[in-house]
């Protein structure tokens, strides 16, 4: 019986266990990852773990859901031709309520706010860059989640992005988003989730 691992498991619990384990790799792949591990200045064992556990983490589930790298211009390109503002927020509006939401509850047994969040970073982690800060509200104890995400690759992405985000999160927290920049390379956004 093998062992599960689930999405959103904490990656630095100190109580894990290590395992002494070989294994055989073929030499320029190991040549390649000392290499990597040099120039991050971590020893090769951490980041072979940190690897594999993005691949359980998030990398095995997109791949499961038949996600695709393509290039940032190859998006400029799509994105560039669609000339009707309505129909990207309509089809970014479906592919939030509809596609999204099915991604989440594949990787999570349960699509709450705290697995609507865990979700964001995984995915978010696919793009240029992101960044999530957590703030505690001062009046409820609610915690507010900001996100900025680099995807440096039009102002349509961004609109169908936005409408994505709301198609996805409104009906899970219950409340709405406040997007504050919505620029041709970036979105931010922030949305409140109880304690």
Do not use: C
Not at 60 to 69: A, D, K, R, V
Not at 127 to 156: A, G, L, P
Not at 179 to 185: A, L, N, Y
């Amino acid at each position: 019986m093998g062992v599960h691992y689930s999405p959103g498991s904490e990656s630095h619990n100190k109580k894990d266990k290590l395992v002494h384990s070989t294994y055989r790799i073929k030499e320029p792949i190991i040549k390649a990852l000392e290499a990597e591990a040099k120039k991050r200045g971590v020893p090769i064992s951490v980041l072979v773990n940190n690897i594999l556990e993005n691949y359980l983490n998030s990398e095995m589930y997109f791949e499961q859901l038949g996600f695709i790298l393509v290039s940032k211009d190859f998006l400029r390109k799509v994105f560039s031709k669609i000339e009707n503002e309505r129909d990207i927020e309509e089809f970014g509006l479906e592919l939030g309520v509809t596609t999204a939401k099915e991604y989440v509850s594949y990787f999570f047994p349960q699509v709450d706010s705290s697995s609507l969040i865990q979700f964001l970073d995984l995915w978010f982690r696919r793009f240029q860059s992101y960044q999530h800060r957590i703030e505690n509200d001062q009046k409820d104890d609610n915690k507010i989640h900001y996100f900025t995400v680099i995807h440096d690759i039009n102002m349509n992405f961004s609109t169908a992005l936005r409408t994505i985000l709301e198609g996805l999160i409104v009906p899970i927290i219950k409340s709405n988003i406040e997007f504050r920049d919505i620029t041709s390379s970036a979105i931010s956004f922030s949305f409140e989730t109880a304690k």
